[in-house]
């Protein structure tokens, strides 16, 4: 009996063995070599191929977003200088455009007083013209009035004409210098004095 004990334990103890490889070890390690196999020659070359064609895809969207936002700061930085531009343009065109309005509100106010000139110079003239037509027309009033008083203090006409214009002038001389009152060159004397003698 103890012979029998002994060798169910050495059964035992062979089976219990983890360092002796038995049948469903060898089984398995075959069967994982051959699902390795498998997997390295059909799928892990497709996952790498898959994962290598994501990678470029992930690769170009960001070589892509790195050139967009390179493109949208060159775009924001070429509106930015097109701003800077118009606003120095805008400046250039208002400055330019008070220079213009200045230039011609002097010359309408150079223009302006050229023609005030001539209005009162064309004035001028008119009055002086309107002065030597009053002063000609009133000197032969004047003439005349002074040619009659005389005929009628004398007591006889003037006819001579040489000698009527120049009892006028000599009035109308004396007016104008204000030297004429009540003396004795009174044109009414000098056109007595100047009567012929024994005339009366």
Do not use: C, W
């Not at 892990?44 to 994962?51: K, Q």
């Amino acid at each position: 009996m103890p012979e029998a004990q002994a060798a169910v334990v050495m059964a035992a103890g062979k089976t219990n063995n983890f360092l002796l490889p038995n049948g469903t070890f060898v089984a398995e390690l075959v069967a994982f070599l051959i699902v390795l196999f498998l997997l390295k020659k059909y799928v892990v070359p497709r996952v790498s191929e898959s994962m290598s064609a994501r990678q470029e895809l992930i690769r170009r969207q960001i070589e892509d977003t790195r050139q967009a936002k390179q493109s949208l700061d060159e775009a924001r930085a070429q509106v930015q200088a097109a701003l800077a531009e118009t606003r120095t343009d805008a400046s250039r065109i208002r400055e330019e455009a008070r220079e213009q309005g200045r230039q011609i509100i002097d010359e309408m106010r150079v223009e302006a007083q050229k023609e005030a000139g001539r209005i009162a110079e064309r004035e001028r003239a008119r009055l002086q013209s309107e002065r030597q037509a009053i002063v000609l027309q009133l000197r032969t009033e004047v003439g005349q009035i002074a040619v009659d008083l005389a005929s009628r203090v004398v007591g006889e006409s003037l006819a001579d004409e040489a000698r009527q214009r120049r009892t006028v002038d000599r009035f109308l001389a004396e007016l104008e210098s204000g030297a004429h009152d009540a003396s004795p060159t009174d044109p009414v004397d000098d056109a007595v004095a100047q009567q012929p003698a024994g005339a009366s």
